[in-house]
């Protein structure tokens, strides 16, 4: 059979496509299927999408999508359906959370709910041979009931290599998974959803084995360039005894450059010295508020402001360049808190920051609190997901409020660009910036 995924871009084009198609793909072609990826690139009219889907003329057209894609990629559904008879399956984060919504908005065929390599398989498998999707484990058909989740695929060592044509990877710069799963409550991410939504059908908490991970990258580096890894893990250091090892074995056979996402509570001094030994050239660490009530109470995050310092220090002594996190606009949150957040900025210094305004993602605990305490509008449903401004109406901040301190964060961020920026240029450089400076500032 042949299927086309559409990557669904918003707002910019993404570095890579979503992974779940990649391993979708994988799994398929190694059954006889063909399949295809076309990115819908921001500035792509929706006739446009048209066109290359019928020149493409797939039997099956699949969408992964998160909230933030989702507006967009119904849109298109819709156009594609008008045009051409094509059945259309959607999964994800979105789907997966809010799949009534998606089955009822015209064009949608069916949901895959939670992980879809092997329910897509059944669902390729039935309707190749004319039979009705009902009964196949967590594909929800338009129309039908709720569908049984099967089990977590596992060994994960037996899933193929992601498709990476379905990646849209450039120059040698790939993206890697080791772990499905995480452990951790935080109450705003959906990667925890997935455990609750698995709970009374096995752990979903599973990882990958050491050989697998570097035989997958010295296959990558085979088949062309291999420059530089980013690990998508949400915490690749969970396991300190599986990282400890991982150091080892990748220092011994890879030695190429690599970035990963951590928590201060799963590193040790010790530990930073053996990733940056093995080559661990960048860390994201997710601070998310400079307020402890807030990470403790709303966030469910406990560590403490003192650990946060501490880790940032120790991950700048390693050699490590670091990127913090942050959030704005959380219910529960005051203006004392937004300053606290931005406090701990300042302090903490990191390399770059990412800065955004919470949105209330659809199966996460402080969505489910959001729609319990009113604080969503009528239409949210209708609303943008984006990390800029809120659609929230909070008791103890405004929007102004939030709207302020994101501003505050972006002049921070463009002041720490500009210093490290002039940071590496001579000293006639600097002199003849401030000579241009004054000169402009005289003329304006």
Known sequence: ?????????????????????AFI???????????????ASVDATPNEVVAHVRKADPELLGVSLTTRQWLRARELVQVIRSEI?????????????????????????????GEGEEAMLDLVTALE?????????????????????RPPFEP?????FMARDMLDEYAGCVHMTTQRGCPFPCTYCAARMYNELYAEN???????????????????????PLCYVIFLDDTFTIYRRWVREFCRVYKERLQIPFSLHARVETVTEDLLGELAAAGCQHIVYGVESGSLRVRRDIMMRAATNERIKEVF??????????????????????????????DLALELQAFDFGYFVFYPYPGTALFRLCLE?????????????????????????????IAEYYDRFTALRERQSLERAEGHLSDAAHATIRESVQHLAQSG
């Open 1 to 21: 059979m042949r299927i086309l995924f559409i990557e669904v871009d918003t707002e910019r084009e993404w570095a890579c496509a979503s992974i779940g198609p």
């Open 25 to 39: 793909t994988a799994f398929l072609r190694a059954r006889g299927h063909e399949v295809s990826l076309y990115r």
């Open 85 to 113: 008879d094509v059945p259309v399956v959607a999964g994800g984060l979105h789907p997966t959370f809010s799949p009534t919504q998606v089955l009822g908005s015209p064009g949608f065929d069916y949901v895959c709910l």
């Open 129 to 149: 041979n004319g039979e009705s999707a009902a009964g196949i484990d967590n594909i929800w058909m338009r129309g039908g009931t709720r569908p049984v989740l």
């Open 156 to 160: 994960l060592d037996d899933m193929p």
């Open 202 to 224: 096995a752990n979903y908490g599973r990882r990958r084995s050491h050989t697998s991970v570097l035989d997958e990258l010295l296959e990558i580096q085979r088949n062309g």
């Open 313 to 342: 220090r120790w991950t700048r002594e390693a050699g490590i360049m670091v990127t913090a996190n942050y959030m704005l606009g959380l219910p529960g949150e005051t203006r004392d808190d937004l300053q606290q957040t931005y």
């Open 373 to 401: 305490k009113g604080y969503l509008p009528d239409d949210y449903l209708e609303r943008e997901a984006n990390h800029r401004e809120s659609i929230l109406t909070l008791p103890d901040i405004t929007a102004d409020d």
